[in-house]
């Protein structure tokens, strides 16, 4: 079975340091380096404040009233949103490779 592009959107904890730890390989979430690599090369959109959360969700094509509280919750918990595009066969990897503490998987991304 091929390869399928999927986008998803992903909140990333302290955005900076965190992207700077999983590239370097000084924090281990038991996925490869390369992994995040490709994650954080692939960025399509993102939000790190309030201000820029509306467009953020038109961007992504969502409705506001389905998602704009929880993704506040995310900005004011000093996380960064980030939509990516990923290759991947495995329906469920990247829901798994964003279940720990610095990066939390938080949906597919809607067309």
């Known amino acids: 079975m091929a390869k399928k592009q999927t986008k998803y ?3 990333v904890k302290d955005y900076e340091n965190t992207v700077k730890q999983l590239i370097s390989g000084e ?4 996925r490869e380096v390369d992994v995040y690599k490709t994650l954080f090369d692939n ?6 404040n309030m201000s820029e959360l509306k467009r953020y969700i038109k961007k992504n094509k969502y409705s506001k009233k389905d998602c704009e ?7 004011t918990n000093d ?7 990923y290759d991947t066969d495995d ?3 990247i829901e798994n490779t964003c279940d720990n ?3 939390t998987y938080v949906s597919n991304w809607i067309k």
């Open 9 to 11: 959107i992903i909140a």
């Open 27 to 30: 924090i281990s979430t038991g």
């Open 43 to 48: 960025i399509l959109f993102s939000c790190s």
């Open 69 to 75: 509280h929880y993704w506040e919750s995310l900005l």
């Open 79 to 85: 996380s960064t949103l980030i939509t990516v595009a």
């Open 91 to 93: 329906e469920n990897f």
């Open 101 to 103: 503490k610095y990066l």
